[in-house]
């Protein structure tokens, strides 16, 4: 398999979670706000927005509520132009996911209701139903494995894409409290990370699947000499370190006056992704994929931060260019 022509297709489809985001006005706190904006939040979602944003195309594969909020989160893939031919429906008590998070980082608070998430609902039947012919890489974020039968699920999509021809990207994405118990997250991404050709994740994320954060870079460097073609170890203002077979390099970030924490990740792997796309080679994707990055946490929201061409291109030609990697 060439990776990198299979991501030269740019066209991708996204497994995981779309969900509402609520957010008050810029500095203010969740307790003392009277009004919020709405948008669409989700890990993948975002990552598929931002995909398309930057001229890519991406088709979501998940399990909404059936109901208005599941109705709003549909209403956003569209209008982000996320296809949404694999997002199905579901009734009973599940529901979608809901964030609210503030725009500040002194005291910033984010509250995450993942009460029985419609997400968790997608089946085998699901992914069997997607025509990975049409696409030219699997996306995931780790989410998707954190309870059943979205679990088995992911498993078995990354079978089919697999016999398909296609790359699994896999977003470690490790969230605490969606898992049972830490001993099923790490045996379960540790496992799902072995079956990927390309990983992304902050050093607390690889070293959690390694047990030890020490070890954790150790652990990124044999999976990228072991079984993924490409490795990238986030290490948050200190930048990345990305590892391809031997080769190794690392990548400083674009310094910028924060608002929030949030969104950094997905927008880091929309940036990158259509990097690669587009011809940049390793290294400058990677510098893409932290530019996108910059740019959302500077601004309110998640999807509606990311940026489109015009913008990352102007970023990155007025700003005085990333960190010198340490």
Known sequence: MDLVAAIKKNRFVVLGRVGMDLYPAPGTATEDADS??????????????????????????????DDAVGR????????????????TPVGGEARNSLALYESRVAGHQSVIYRNGAADFEMTTKDVEAVDYSQF???????TVFAAEPSRSATFRAFDLARAAGLPI???????????PSPQVAAEVLSKAGAMSDIIVGNDDEFGF?????????????ELSRSSA????????EHGAVTFRGAEEFRTGIYPVTALKPTGAGDSFMAGFLTGLADGLDLQAAVLRGSACAAIVVAKPGCA???????????????????????
């Not at 030219?136 to 780790?142: D, S, V």
């Not at 990207?169 to 898992?179: A, E, H, L, M, T």
């Not at 073609?229 to 948050?236: A, E, L, R």
Request: with cysteine; hydrophobic share 45%; proline share 6%.
């Open 72 to 87: 709003f989160c549909v209403k956003k893939l569209h209008h982000y132009g996320v296809g949404t031919t694999y997002v």
């Open 136 to 142: 030219g890489a699997l996306i995931t974020a780790g």
């Open 169 to 179: 990207i896999f977003d470690v994405d490790y969230r605490p409290y969606s898992w």
């Open 229 to 236: 073609g490409i490795v990238i170890y986030k290490m948050g």
């Open 304 to 326: 509606p931060a990311m940026p489109y061409p015009a913008e990352l291109e102007q970023f990155i030609a007025t700003h005085p260019g990333p960190t010198k990697a340490t």
């Open 209 to 221: 699947m390694a047990g030890d954060k020490g070890k954790g870079l150790a652990m990124a460097r």
């Open 36 to 65: 919020f904006t709405a948008d669409m939040g989700g890990s993948s979602a975002n990552i598929a927005a931002g995909i398309v944003k930057l001229g890519g195309q991406a088709a979501l594969v998940t399990r909404v509520s």
